[in-house]
T-cell receptor
Framework: DADVTQTPRNRITKTGKRIMLECSQT?????MYWYRQDPGLGLRLIYY???????NKGEISDGYSVSRQAQAKFSLSLESAIPNQTALYFC??????????????FGPGTRLTVL | RKEVEQDPGPFNVPEGATVAFNCTYS??????FFWYRQDCRKEPKLLMS???SGNEDGRFTAQLNRASQYISLLIRDSKLSDSATYLC????????????FGQGTELSVKP
């Protein structure tokens, strides 16, 4: 079984709809992240959470919100989807293990299309 | 200007070739550096960390030049399976240890 899972894997929706993307991890990591990837722009950080009570905005948080329901779960919501939110979304996890930053492990991605 | 910039791709090389990717970063406070690999439509995965003294992992060599704020990745004896997008990543701990990704350089190794 995958250590970091994302649901759904693909989603097509319409402008104005509310969408939730979910991420679960079995790695026991404390840190979780949401990124979006667009062609030519690389991965950009939307939100990140260092533990259940610590949530921070990333580079491009406008139009998004998150919820860290438990250490293992981190969901991303688009309250009112718009076409320029069409992208590939990745969840990632990492832990500190005595270092300031460790390798990030990514989920398989969610391909979201907003019509 | 983007904080992390990579060579524009794609790189198309024959099997067995040596290929080098370059990456520059703008924030001198950057403290950790990595190369990630991303196969088409898949998630990024860590390829290797980049250390100040340079480091090698099989056919892959990574180098860091802090004075020039420049990172490189050298792949020797390219294999078909090396075809992927290579992402340069920097981290500065005064921003909470977030990873900053370059836009990626696509490599295609041909028979």
């Amino acid at each position: 079984d995958a250590d970091v899972t994302q649901t759904p894997r693909n989603r097509i929706t319409k402008t104005g709809k509310r969408i939730m993307l979910e991420c679960s991890q079995t790695k026991g990591h404390d840190r979780m992240y949401w990124y979006r990837q667009d062609p030519g722009l690389g991965l950009r950080l939307i939100y990140y959470s260092f533990d259940v009570k610590d949530i921070n905005k990333g580079e491009i948080s406008d139009g998004y919100s998150v919820s860290r329901q438990a250490q293992a779960k981190f969901s991303l919501s688009l309250e009112s989807a718009i076409p320029n939110q069409t992208a590939l979304y990745f969840c990632a996890t990492s832990d500190t293990s005595g270092r300031a930053v460790n390798e990030q492990f990514f989920g398989p991605g969610t391909r979201l299309t907003v019509l | 200007r983007k904080e992390v910039e990579q060579d524009p791709g794609p790189f198309n090389v024959p099997e067995g070739a040596t290929v080098a990717f370059n990456c520059t970063y703008s924030n001198s406070a950057s403290q950790s550096f990595f190369w990630y690999r991303q196969d088409c439509r898949k998630e990024p995965k860590l390829l290797m960390s980049v250390y100040s003294s340079g480091n090698e992992d099989g056919r892959f060599t990574a180098q860091l030049n802090r004075a020039s704020q420049y990172i490189s990745l050298l792949i020797r004896d390219s294999k078909l399976s090396d075809s992927a997008t290579y992402l340069c990543v920097v981290v500065h701990y005064n921003q909470g240890g977030k990873l900053i990704f370059g836009q990626g350089t696509e490599l295609s190794v041909k028979p």
